[in-house]
T-cell receptor
Framework: AQTVTQSQPEMSVQEAETVTLSCTYDTSESDYYLFWYKQPPSRQMILVIRQEAYKQQNATENRFSVNFQKAAKSFSLKISDSQLGDAAMYFC?????????FGAGTRLTVKP | DAGVIQSPRHEVTEMGQEVTLRCKPI?????LFWYRQTMMRGLELLIY????????DSGMPEDRFSAKMPNASFSTLKIQPSEPRDSAVYFC????????????FGPGTRLTVT
C-alpha cells in the first residue's frame, strides 16, 4: 500500500522567513501526482501546489515551491516570505488513478 | 463555478438516529470522494466514485455507513444508526481524472453525535 509520511507534526516560522515542510511517500509506480493542501482554521481544504511525477522541474506557485526528489520519494514544500495567513495545517497527498493517500499533516505556526 | 457544495454544514444528533450528509460536486467532474477527518485518525478516505459508480469502499468503517451517487451531480453519505464515535468532520471532494487529478474539497460537515 502506498503511504505518505509527514515527519514534522508541528513547525514554526517567523513572519517573512522561509520554512520547509517535509514529506516522503512510498510507491512502486512511476507515474503519479503529488499535492500539498492547506487547511486553515476555517477547515476548508485548499490546494496549494501540485507536481506530476513525470516532470523533473519542480513546481512553483508564487511563494510556494516544492523540492521533488523522485528517486528518494521525497516531496518537500518551501514557503518563502511567510505571512500570518500561511498559518494552517498542511497535508501532503499522493494520487495515482483511484489511489489517494494523505499524510497526517504538519501544523504551521507563523510568529509575527 | 460554486465549487463543491456540502450540506448541512453542521449536524448535531442523538445516538441511534439516522444522519444523511449531502454533496454536490463540481459540474463536469467525473470522480467523487468522501473523507472523514478526526484528530485521532486524521483524514481517512471512506469511499470513492468514478462516473457515479462506487469503485472503492474499503474505507467505510462498517455496515452502518452507506453512500450513494444516483447521478453526476449528487451524492449522499448515510449513517444509520449513528454513534458518538462517528463524530467528525466529513468532507466531500470531486475531481476530473485525466486533467490534473487534483481534488477540490467542499467546506465539510461537522457531525456531532451525542
Amino acid at each position: 500500500a502506498q503511504t505518505v509520511t509527514q515527519s514534522q507534526p508541528e513547525m514554526s516560522v517567523q513572519e517573512a522567513e522561509t520554512v520547509t515542510l517535509s514529506c516522503t511517500y512510498d510507491t512502486s509506480e512511476s507515474d503519479y501526482y503529488l499535492f500539498w493542501y492547506k487547511q486553515p482554521p476555517s477547515r476548508q481544504m485548499i490546494l496549494v501546489i501540485r507536481q506530476e511525477a513525470y516532470k523533473q522541474q519542480n513546481a512553483t506557485e508564487n511563494r510556494f515551491s516544492v523540492n521533488f526528489q523522485k528517486a528518494a520519494k521525497s516531496f518537500s514544500l518551501k514557503i518563502s516570505d511567510s505571512q500570518l495567513g500561511d498559518a494552517a495545517m498542511y497535508f501532503c497527498a499522493y494520487r495515482r488513478a483511484d489511489d489517494m493517500r494523505f499524510g497526517a499533516g504538519t501544523r504551521l505556526t507563523v510568529k509575527p | 463555478d460554486a465549487g463543491v457544495i456540502q450540506s448541512p454544514r453542521h449536524e448535531v444528533t442523538e445516538m441511534g438516529q439516522e444522519v444523511t450528509l449531502r454533496c454536490k460536486p463540481i459540474s463536469g467532474h467525473n470522480s467523487l470522494f468522501w473523507y472523514r477527518q478526526t484528530m485521532m485518525r486524521g483524514l481517512e478516505l471512506l469511499i470513492y466514485f468514478n462516473n457515479n459508480v462506487p469503485i472503492d469502499d474499503s474505507g467505510m468503517p462498517e455496515d452502518r455507513f452507506s453512500a450513494k451517487m444516483p447521478n453526476a451531480s449528487f451524492s449522499t453519505l448515510k449513517i444509520q444508526p449513528s454513534e458518538p464515535r462517528d463524530s467528525a468532520v466529513y468532507f466531500c471532494a470531486s475531481s476530473f481524472i485525466g486533467r490534473g487529478d487534483e481534488q477540490y474539497f467542499g467546506p465539510g460537515t461537522r457531525l456531532t453525535v451525542t
